[in-house]
């Protein structure tokens, strides 16, 4: 038995504000198993984002535990969730996030060079990933000579560079359109299927819902729902 990748208990967060305060999760349990595809849905201030950034150790829940690939996050230093960060977790967003100076195969290498790889190194991983989400053929484009859909590829790509555990996807489809959406959506499910990497994807997409292993609903910062598929 491995561990589960992700596995909150009861997990809260306020916002307080200086005149208003927001209950945005409410004793949120969420357990993700390693190469487990989990959707997590709710319409739009249900929550999504805010559990995302906890799992992704982009913010810190103030009620409950939340584990991570083995780490206790809640007690976790600065330091430490940087380095899980950059060592096991993989974001991908809505905006697809590319540097628009540098070109599909460039934008892959920037965590591979992190990582302290070398030149020859980054330009062989880059090349497969490239071969991975269907774009061989564009290595040298920059972000604006690309399509929505093939900047979220790129991505993707650049999301798995450092072969990480976890993927953390925030509505990946939200600015394309659904024919585009769903072929993302479908390059997500393939990768976890292929490669072992979980996902976690907040998301208002059925078709994201319908290959899931696993969908969760928010709704007001509480789960009202879970399919196991
Ligand atoms: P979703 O991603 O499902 O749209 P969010 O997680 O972004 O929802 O937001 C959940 C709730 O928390 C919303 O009511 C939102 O207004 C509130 N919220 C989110 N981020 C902040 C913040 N930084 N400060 C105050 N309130 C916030
Ligand atoms: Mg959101």
Known sequence: MTAPVVELRGVDKHYRGARTAVHALRSVDLVVEPGALVA?????????????NI????DRADGGSVIVCERE??????AELTELRRTD????????????????????????RLL??????????????LELVGLT????????????????RVAIARALAGSPRLLIA??????????????????IHRIVAERGVAAVVATHDLSIIEVADHAVELSDG?????IAV
């Open 40 to 52: 997590v849905h709710g319409r739009s201030g249900s929550g999504k984002t805010t559990l995302l």
């Open 55 to 58: 799992i992704g150790g982009l």
């Open 73 to 78: 996050l809640r007690a976790a230093a600065d």
């Open 89 to 112: 977790l993989a974001f991908v967003f809505q905006g697809f996030g590319l540097l628009p100076m540098l070109s599909a195969a460039e934008n892959i290498e920037v965590p591979l």
């Open 116 to 129: 302290g790889q070398d030149g020859a190194t980054r330009r062989t991983r880059a090349r497969e990933l």
């Open 137 to 152: 053929g564009r290595a040298s484009h920059r972000p604006n000579e690309l399509s929505g859909g093939e900047q979220q």
């Open 170 to 187: 925030d509505e990946p489809t939200g600015q394309l359109d659904s024919r585009t959406g769903a072929d993302i959506m479908a390059l």
């Open 222 to 226: 509480r789960v009202v729902g879970e």
